[in-house]
C-alpha cells in the first residue's frame, strides 16, 4: 500500500491489513476523498462502497467472493480501488476485448494518478490481436494463401496494416481504427498457435505477443479476458497459465459470461476449414521450401478432399445434398444423428494428415516452417482419431454447420471442475462479479454451475430510482410466442412506440429468424401511420457500424439479436424504449441444453425450474439492463409475452426485473412514452 493510501489508515491499525485496507479504501471514495477530487460529479454511493469494502476483505485475506452489483454501482471501481490500494499482484478479466481496452486505457490510469498509486499496468489479448510482423512480410510479399487476391479492399487494408506497423509500439490491431473484427486481412498479419514459428522465427526479438507477455510478467495488475483466460489455461499459448500462479487476486467483471466462455474454450473442437487451412499452407510452405522433394499438390488435395467429405457427412451425406435438405443457415446439430456417418470421413481425415506429417517430417531440415506444419498435421490426425471414439464422461458432442465448413465440439458441461482446480492450487482472492448472477438470494445460477457454493455471497442493488423513472409493459392482447402472427404483431406495437417517442428504441429478439419478420412489420406499422423511421437490422452492417448509425436514436429503431442483448452502454435519452419479442429460454434442441437438462434429472432437479427458468431471469435482467444507465435516464421496457403474465413462473421473472412501474394497457405506455418525448 502507498503512503498516500497509508495517510487514512490509523497508526494503531496498521499491523492488521484488513483493518488498514478498510480504512484506506473508505478514504477513497469519501466526499473528500482522492477520487472526488478528481473525477467531476463524483458522489459517494453506499452501494458502492459497500462491494469496495467486501472485496477489499476478500483481497486483503485472499477469499472468494461472489458479488452481483446492479446497474449504477459503480462495480468497476468498487473491485480496482482495493486492488491498486492492497499493493498485490492481480489479474483482471472482462468479458470482451472493448472492455479490456476501456479499463486500460481509460479507468486504470485515472484511478492510478488519482490514488497516486505507482502501479505497472499490462493488457495481455490473445495472438489475434496483435501484429505479427513475419507473416506481414508474407503478406506483403504474396507468399500466403489469400494474400495474392487482387481484392483492392482487401489489398487497401494490407497498406494500412503496413503503414500503422512501422509506428506501433504494442501491435494491437485495436489501434487502427476502422478496421473491423471481420477483416479477410487479420488473419494474414496474425499469427495462431498453429502457425507460429517461435524462437526461429527472425522476427523474434521484436515479437508483439512475445513483448505483450513480458510485459504482463512485470506489472502489478494485469487485465485479460473470459476467452484468453480459459484458452490459455488449455492450450498454455498466451501467458496466462504462467501468469496466474504469480498473482494475489483475481477479480472477474462480466461474470455472468464465464461459464459459457470456459464451455466454449475449455472444449475440443475440429473444423474443416482449418484442415483445408493446413491443406493450403502444407502446398505453400513445401513448394517454397522444399519444391519436388515431395508431392505437395497429392498431399494437400488429399486433406482438402478428406475435409470436403466430413463436412458433406455432416450436412447428412451426398443424398442429403442431392435433394437440397442441407442447411442455409448456420445450425447446431445433435452428434447423435451424424455418428454413424462421420466414421469414413474422419479415418480418412486421420489417414491424410498422418501421410502430411510424415512427408514433412522427412524434409523438416529444410526450413522452420516445416515442423511447425508437421506438428499441426499430427495434431489433426490425432483429433481426427478423438472424434471417432466415444464422448468423454461429464462432455457433450454437437456439431456447428455453415455453409462453409462444418465444426465437431466436445466440451464440459460447467466450469466447477477447472474453477476448483485452480481454486485449490494456492490460496489467493477470487472475486467474480456482475449486473447479473441470479435471480435469489444464494445467486445459484451462477454458483452451481461454477463449484463456488462455498463462497461469501453478495447483492447490491442499484442505486437508481426505477420506480420513478422507468415503467413495464406486459401487452394483454398479444398472441402467443409460437403463433404465426406474432413477429408482425410485436413489430406494430414496437412501431407504435417508436412513432411516440421519435425513435429511440432497441427491439431485442430471441432468435434470428425474428429480425427481418419484426423489422418488415415496424417499417409497414411506420409507413401506415405516416411517420419517417429508419430500421436498422442486425446482419445487415458489423455491429459496430449499426451502433453509430443509431446514434443518439433520433427516428431510429435497431433490431437485434443475442449481441445486442448486453454490452451496450447508451446513456441519457438515446435509447428510452427497449421491446423484447418473447422470454428468452434456452433453446431446447440443442444438444448442450439437452446435455444440461439430462443432468439435472440425473441429479433428481427439475430443469424447468433450475435450468430454463433461471437462464431466462438472466437474459431478461442483460436486456432491461440496456434501458437505464444514469441516474436521470428515463424509459419503457416491452415484453411481448403472455405468459409473463398467464403462468406462474412470469411472476418469478417480474421480480428478477429492476423494481419498474408495471402496466396494464398500451394506452398507458404510450402516454408514458409521449411524456418522454415532450421532455425530450
Not at 238 to 266: I, R
Amino acid at each position: 500500500m502507498t503512503a498516500n493510501a497509508g495517510d487514512a489508515v490509523d497508526a494503531a491499525e496498521a499491523h492488521d491489513p484488513r483493518t488498514a485496507l478498510a480504512a484506506a479504501v473508505a478514504h477513497a471514495f469519501a466526499v473528500d476523498g482522492p477520487i472526488a477530487r478528481s473525477e467531476p460529479g463524483f458522489m459517494p454511493r453506499p452501494q458502492q462502497d459497500l462491494l469496495a469494502q467486501r472485496i477489499a476483505e476478500a483481497v486483503a485475506g485472499r477469499e472468494t467472493l461472489v458479488a452481483e452489483a446492479g446497474t449504477g454501482v459503480g462495480k468497476t471501481f468498487a473491485y480496482l480501488v482495493p486492488l491498486l490500494l492492497s499493493g498485490r499482484r492481480a489479474l483482471v478479466s472482462t468479458a470482451t476485448k472493448s472492455l479490456q481496452d476501456q479499463l486500460f486505457l481509460r479507468d486504470l490510469p485515472r484511478l492510478a494518478q488519482a490514488l497516486k498509486v505507482p502501479a505497472r499496468l499490462a493488457l495481455l489479448k490473445g495472438r489475434a490481436s496483435y501484429l505479427c510482423r513475419w507473416r506481414l512480410q508474407q503478406a506483403q510479399l504474396g507468399a500466403l494463401p489469400g494474400s495474392q487476391a487482387t481484392d483492392r479492399f482487401l489489398m487497401r487494408a494490407l497498406q494500412r496494416v503496413s503503414t500503422w506497423a512501422t509506428a506501433t509500439r504494442s501491435g494491437d490491431l485495436a489501434e487502427i481504427e476502422g478496421l473491423d473484427d471481420r477483416s479477410p486481412v487479420i488473419p494474414l498479419v496474425t499469427s495462431t498457435r498453429d502457425n507460429c514459428l517461435g524462437s526461429e522465427c527472425s522476427e523474434y526479438r521484436a515479437c508483439h505477443v512475445m513483448q505483450a507477455r513480458r510485459e504482463a510478467m512485470a506489472a502489478d495488475l494485469v487485465v485479460v479476458n473470459h476467452h484468453l483466460f480459459f484458452a490459455d489455461l488449455s492450450l498454455r499459448d498466451s501467458g496466462v497459465a504462467e501468469l496466474l500462479p504469480t498473482v494475489d487476486a483475481a477479480v472477474f467483471d462480466e461474470a455472468h459470461q464465464l461459464v459459457e466462455a470456459g464451455v466454449q474454450f475449455l472444449g475440443t473442437m475440429l473444423a474443416t476449414g482449418q484442415a483445408i487451412d493446413l491443406g493450403r499452407d502444407i502446398k505453400a510452405a513445401g513448394l517454397q521450401h522444399a519444391r519436388g522433394l515431395r508431392p505437395w499438390h497429392d498431399i494437400q488435395s488429399a486433406i482438402e478432399n478428406a475435409a470436403q467429405e466430413l463436412r458433406l457427412a455432416c450436412a447428412g451425406g451426398a443424398a442429403a445434398a442431392a435433394e437440397g435438405r442441407e442447411p442455409r443457415l448456420a445450425s447446431k446439430l445433435r452428434w447423435e444423428s451424424r455418428a454413424e456417418l462421420l466414421t469414413e470421413p474422419l479415418a480418412a481425415l486421420s489417414e491424410a494428415a498422418g501421410a502430411a506429417a510424415d512427408a514433412l517430417g522427412a524434409v523438416a531440415e529444410t526450413s522452420p516452417e516445416l515442423p511447425k506444419l508437421e506438428q499441426r498435421a499430427r495434431l489433426l490426425a490425432s483429433m481426427a482419431d478423438r472424434f471417432a471414439l466415444e464422448t468423454a464422461p461429464d462432455h457433450v458432442r454437437w456439431i456447428d454447420l455453415t455453409t462453409q465448413q462444418a465444426r465437431l465440439v466436445e466440451s464440459p458441461l460447467d466450469i466447477r471442475e477447472m474453477l476448483r482446480s485452480q481454486r485449490d492450487q494456492s490460496p489467493r482472492a477470487w472475486i467474480f462479479t456482475s449486473a447479473t448472477l441470479g435471480d435469489d438470494e444464494a445467486l445459484s445460477w451462477f454458483t452451481s454451475t461454477t463449484g463456488l457454493e462455498d463462497a461469501s455471497r453478495l447483492r447490491v442493488g442499484s442505486p437508481f430510482d426505477y420506480p420513478a423513472n422507468a415503467r413495464v409493459l406486459v401487452p394483454p392482447r398479444m398472441p402467443l410466442p409460437n403463433a404465426a402472427g406474432h413477429p408482425a404483431a410485436v413489430g406494430a406495437l414496437a412501431g407504435r412506440c417508436a412513432a411516440a417517442l421519435h425513435g429511440r428504441t432497441f427491439v431485442l429478439t430471441t432468435t434470428l429468424r425474428a429480425l427481418q419478420l419484426i423489422a418488415d412489420a415496424i417499417r409497414a406499422q411506420a409507413a401506415a401511420a405516416g411517420h419517417d423511421l429508419r430500421v436498422l437490422v442486425q446482419g445487415t452492417e458489423p455491429r459496430r457500424a449499426l451502433l453509430q448509425r443509431y446514434g443518439d436514436g433520433r427516428n431510429s429503431v435497431l433490431v437485434g439479436s443475442q449481441s445486442f442483448w448486453e454490452g451496450i452502454d447508451m446513456p441519457g435519452d438515446a435509447l428510452q424504449c427497449v421491446v423484447i419479442d418473447k422470454l428468452p429460454f434456452p433453446p431446447p434442441n440443442d444438444p448442450l441444453v439437452e446435455a444440461r437438462v439430462r443432468q439435472l434429472r440425473a441429479q433428481g432437479r427439475n430443469p424447468f425450474d433450475d435450468y430454463f427458468v433461471a437462464e431466462a431471469a438472466i437474459a431478461i435482467k442483460q436486456g432491461a439492463g440496456r434501458l437505464i444507465r444514469t441516474e436521470t435516464d428515463r424509459g419503457l421496457l416491452v415484453v411481448c409475452d403472455p405468459r409473463l403474465r398467464q403462468m406462474a413462473y412470469g411472476r418469478r421473472l417480474i421480480a428478477a426485473l429492476p423494481p419498474m412501474a408495471l402496466l396494464d394497457e398500451e394506452e398507458a405506455a404510450i402516454a408514458w412514452l409521449q411524456e418522454l418525448a415532450l421532455a425530450h
